[in-house]
């Protein structure tokens, strides 16, 4: 499989239907974002099961903003709707294949719970005053 182009229109559709998304937000002027291309794009041909998608960020000014993307190359990984993954930097290929086992081998049950209990904490000390 090839990367796909993200755009405001089809980035949340993607991230929230796709299963398991890798997302490389890039810009053409940016040296670390072209030595990255090729080991994110080698990446896509290793991994069919996986949907790796590219966002550039010159052409998606807002939907870079909307990320909080402050530096590039950032790698977005996300697992069934959920950002399991953020780092900005060009991962050498070794290292990108470690993110993606890592991050295919997550247990999402547990990932599930942890975002729960993350979104009841504000709750639970919002009362506490």
């Known amino acids: ?8 229109e089809n980035f949340e559709k993607t ?4 299963g398991t998304v890798f997302v490389d937000f890039w810009a053409d002027w940016c040296g670390p974002c072209k030595r990255f291309g090729p080991v994110f794009e080698a990446a896509s041909q290793e991994h069919p099961d996986i949907v790796f ?4 960020t010159e052409a998606e000014q807002a ?5 909080n993307i402050t530096s590039i190359p950032m790698l977005m990984g996300f697992r069934d709707g959920i950002l399991v993954f953020a780092q ?3 991962l050498p290929a070794p290292m990108l ?12 049950d547990a990932v599930r719970a942890e975002v729960e209990a ?3 904490e504000p709750a639970a000390a919002e009362g506490a005053v």
């Open 1 to 8: 499989m090839t990367t796909t182009t993200l755009t405001a």
């Open 15 to 18: 991230v929230l239907e796709s």
């Open 53 to 56: 998608g590219k966002v550039d």
């Open 63 to 67: 939907l870079a903003r909307a990320a």
């Open 88 to 90: 900005a930097g060009a």
């Open 97 to 108: 294949t470690e993110v993606i086992d890592k991050v295919k081998a997550l247990d999402m």
């Open 118 to 120: 993350q979104k009841a």
